[in-house]
């Protein structure tokens, strides 16, 4: 009589392993070949290299709460079955439109879904920030990226314009383009500052979330993201556009060119992180007299 009381104590266990198994394997077989194309984006697209970081950095913050969701209460909620079934009607709604982008973002509701289901809301609310952030690892829709990149190229020739007047050299700009005496730059896609805007606002979120203890503080360091991408992508083209002037027109492509680029982007960085920390240290003083 025991060991019959005991078998199915035994059983369900392993029942459930092997069903999660079962399920974790038809998602991995599903999802494999667009996680695989999203990779292969961000390692021939310089405008998502960053994506290979964003995975990681959402590991690392559910990893700095591991003493929190060891000590929650875990208790699976089946309503994290409607969050998978969004998911996945998302992933069928990609495939029929033959859009990458819903395809490869459908993966983040199924896993925080999988998340719900198996541990319950006070695990899944802990995590959500993490999976959310996950959303800057996926390539923008060209149309989106379109749309973006080429307000952004005409902003980035107008302020460079009015920056290298200011080396005393004279400049004509036409639309996105800016004619120097020896040489005409042409803003593209990669000029643009999309490029920059992507990747700081990956570095913008995860600064607000860490540092800034307020959220409508972090609300606003994520605002500032834009601005800073464009002040700083406007200055590489000033500085590309006074360098091709002064030292020579091999300057805009080359060693030189991408030594250029990197040394703004960290520009970029620093001026963030400077905000960020500014923003924290003005808070400080409100939130201790409160």
Not at 142 to 148: E, I, K, N, R, T
Not at 181 to 201: E, Y
Not at 253 to 271: C, N, R
């Amino acid at each position: 009589m025991t060991k019959s009381k005991q078998e199915p104590r035994n059983a369900s266990p392993l029942l459930t392993w092997l069903a999660w198994a079962v399920v974790l394997g038809l998602l991995a077989w599903v999802y494999a070949p667009h996680v695989a194309g999203m990779v292969a984006n961000w390692w021939a697209d310089p405008n998502y290299s960053h994506g290979f970081l964003v995975p990681l950095i959402s590991a690392y913050l559910i990893w700095r709460q591991r003493k929190e969701l060891a000590e929650a209460t875990k208790k699976p909620n089946y309503l994290g079955l409607a969050v998978v079934a969004a998911g996945l009607l998302v992933l069928v709604l990609g495939q029929l439109a033959h859009e990458f982008y819903l395809r490869r973002i459908s993966l983040i509701p199924v896993m925080w879904g999988l998340v719900l289901l198996a541990w319950g809301w006070g695990v899944a609310r802990r995590v959500l920030f993490a999976f959310v952030y996950l959303i800057l690892m996926v390539p923008l829709p060209y149309l989106l990226y379109d749309a973006v990149a080429f307000p952004l190229r005409l902003i980035a020739a107008q302020i460079a314009a009015w920056g290298i007047r200011l080396f005393g050299i004279p400049v004509y700009l036409e639309g996105n383009v800016i004619h120097l005496p020896n040489i005409v730059m042409d803003v593209v896609d990669a000029c643009s500052g999309i490029r920059s805007l992507i990747s700081l606002l990956a570095v913008g979120v995860i600064l607000a979330y860490l540092i800034i203890p307020k959220r409508w503080i972090k609300v606003v360091v994520v605002l500032l993201v834009p601005p800073v991408a464009v002040f700083t992508n406007a200055l590489r083209v000033t500085l590309a556009g006074v360098l091709s002037q002064w030292v020579g027109p091999q300057t805009l492509e080359g060693v030189m060119h991408d030594f250029v680029g990197w040394l703004v982007f960290m520009a970029g960085f620093i001026l963030l992180l400077a905000i960020t920390l500014l923003l924290k240290k003005l808070s400080s003083p409100r939130e201790e007299a409160s």
